[in-house]
């Protein structure tokens, strides 16, 4: 009777066990059905206008090194590091004797020529006018009057050529600014003997650079080199000078990639009559793009990033669909997305990896 009792407890808890498994279950597969009822977002073919952060340099608007063009001695100095200078001043002078010497000599021999061509040209207009009257002077006299005058006019044009390259070196001893700026380096002194072939550790006698106009310098990436605007104003802050913004336009752009780094290099002219910017300084620029008429837009939470793709969760037909995408610009909560999309295609709005493929979304 005892035993009878045991097998009925045990009869009766396994029931209960049942039971309870059998209440489970609607209970599981009804979670399954909350996993899989997703909120989803429609793609859109259009434009996303957006800016990105790139790094920038500032450079001199102008800048040249000044070397010199002829050999000689430094006689005098008019600048220093830090002088303001405008354009045609003299800079420096040069001393080279024997230029000057050679200038003149080339000058006593134009003068020589120049006179030797005016009496030969006298002598044939003469012998011209006398041979109007038939049988005093002979065609060949005439001729030989005119061969004369044609070979001084030549001579006296090549020393005319001779004396004026002698005068434009000689002008090389002056040397002025060709632009208004400021001397930001000089590395000669009063004596040194300097020349092309004379140069001491390759350094310049001055450094010029227009520091009242630069260049903003940056390298733009090449997804995004066809979404710059022409002439867009850009902002940009330096480093150097913390809480201030400045401002630019877009004026030149190379229209070709850097083979290295695949990137566009694109300069932005900034005026700076104040000069608080300083050519060599380091800027961060936010730079307006347009965006791309083929992109697709999606939520930005519907991109899904892994250490091996990036992809995008599409329904299609109630099942769910990996789709690999590329990103472009980004906007508020919205992203440009490029892959196997279309416009009207659902994707998950709030996807992530747990989201497998194959999923039935009801």
Known sequence: MKSFKIIINAFLVASAVAACNSAAAPEKKKKKNVETSLEL??????????????????????KVSIYPRINGFV?????????????????????APEVTQQYYAAQSKYI???????????????TLATSAEPGTIS????????????ADSALMNSEKATFKAQEV???????????????????????????????????????LEQEDKLR??????????????????????VNALRGKTFTGKITRQAGTLNDRYRSEAV???????????????????VLPLKGSAQALLVPSSAVVTSTERKY???????????????????????????????????????????????????
Do not use: C
């Open 216 to 237: 903003l310098v940056l390298q733009v990436p090449e997804m995004y080199s066809a979404q710059l605007a022409e002439s867009a104003t850009v902002s940009f802050e």
């Open 267 to 285: 300069e932005i002219d900034v005026e700076n009559p104040d000069r608080v910017l300083k050519a060599g300084m380091y800027a961060e620029v």
């Open 139 to 150: 065609p060949h006299d005439l001729e030989l009057s005119r061969a004369r005058m044609l």
């Open 75 to 95: 006689q005098k100095i008019m600048v220093d590091r830090g002088s303001k200078v405008k354009k045609g001043q003299v800079l420096l002078v040069l001393e």
């Open 41 to 62: 977002a429609k793609v859109v073919q259009r434009p996303l206008g957006g800016s990105i952060r790139l790094p920038a340099s500032l450079a001199a608007y102008q």
């Open 312 to 362: 995008v969760i599409v329904v299609k037909d109630h099942y769910t669909h990996w789709v690999d995408v590329e990103e472009g610009n980004h906007h508020n909560d919205s992203t440009e997305v490029f892959g196997q999309l279309h416009a009207g295609d659902k994707v998950v709005m709030q996807a992530n990896d747990e989201i497998k493929e194959g999923i039935k979304v009801p």
């Open 169 to 207: 070196n000689l002008s090389y001893l002056t040397v002025t600014a060709p632009f208004d700026g400021v001397i930001t380096e000089r590395n000669i002194h009063p004596g040194a003997l300097v020349g092309p072939d004379t140069k001491v550790d390759d350094k310049p006698m001055l450094l």
């Open 112 to 126: 020589q020529a120049t006179a030797m061509f005016a009496s030969s040209k006298d002598n044939y207009e003469r």
